[in-house]
């Protein structure tokens, strides 16, 4: 299985944080803007694929365990954001392309 | 192990960092060395009930109680009390402001995952009053 540097060398993207941090496994992704959605049904090795940028983004990746966040269509995560994932040890990825596109990229790479 | 009854205010007023609390559980479990589900699923049932008294009910007042058997959330608000609990619990349903829709709340998914994520939940309220949830988690 590939984690979450291998999938980010792998696919192009771009840290906003962690990139130092542990990389943890990641199996597949969970893409939604609607983050009640995204707590009850994405899976603990799922990646957030998302273009929602503030800071309950990063609360809901941490309270529902997952490997990273990844911000599509090169949307930047705010200040706030950006803090609360430094602090809480989050790996904050972008891809420059719409969520659609960014899904394809990674199927397709961990489908290897 | 001793039961352990952690206490915290919920600020209304902040919905941006709302979670705190939760989030503070979810250290303490784990420096308790509970397992990666249990402290999974009390961080999601917690959270969700967390931002639901911010939202809707303007904050209150969350119990933990830590025991070997499991966790016991109490979330007490004094808010505008809930209608229709049945109503409520459906997937979908939402009364939430616009600009909480704006930020990714809003699909009426909270209290459903509540549910879903715990062994017993249950819902007092009364109108003008507030509302109390009881959420148990077993280990
Ligand atoms: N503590 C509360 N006080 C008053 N009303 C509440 C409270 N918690 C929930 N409700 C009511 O129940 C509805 C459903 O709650 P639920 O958490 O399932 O969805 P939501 O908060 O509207 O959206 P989501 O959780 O998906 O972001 C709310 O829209 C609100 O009307
Ligand atoms: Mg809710």
């Given at each position: 299985m590939m984690n979450v540097h291998e999938l980010a060398a792998a696919c192009g993207f771009t840290y906003f944080?962690?990139?130092e941090l542990e990389a943890r496994p990641v199996e597949g992704a969970y893409c939604c803007d609607l983050l009640s959605w995204v707590i009850g049904r994405?899976?603990?090795q799922d990646a957030l694929v998302t273009v929602m940028s503030n800071p309950n983004v990063i609360a809901v990746a941490v309270m529902a365990d997952l490997p990273c966040v990844i911000l599509t269509e090169g949307v930047r995560p705010d200040e706030k954001a950006l803090e609360k994932a430094r602090e809480n040890d989050v790996i904050v990825l972008s891809s420059s392309e719409p969520t659609y596109a960014t899904a394809l990229k990674i199927g397709k790479v961990l489908a290897g | 192990m001793e039961p352990i009854i952690l206490k915290y205010q919920v600020d209304g007023s902040d919905f941006s960092m709302a979670g705190e609390a939760s989030s503070s559980v979810k250290k303490t479990l784990k420096q308790l060395g509970f397992s990666p589900d249990l402290i999974r699923r009390v961080a999601i049932a917690m959270y969700e009930g967390e931002i639901n008294m911010v939202i809707h009910a303007d904050g209150g007042e969350a119990t933990v109680e830590i025991s070997q058997s499991g966790v016991r959330i109490i979330l007490a608000d004094h808010g505008?009390?809930?209608?229709d609990v049945a109503l409520a619990m459906q997937e979908g349903y939402s009364t939430a402001p616009d600009e909480v829709r704006n930020l990714g709340f809003g699909a009426g998914m909270g209290l459903p995952n509540i549910k879903k994520y715990s062994d017993d939940l249950k819902v007092e309220t009364e109108l003008g009053v507030g509302t109390t949830l009881t959420i148990q988690i077993n280990t």
């Open positions: 944080n962690g990139k994405a899976g603990d | 505008p009390g809930i209608k």
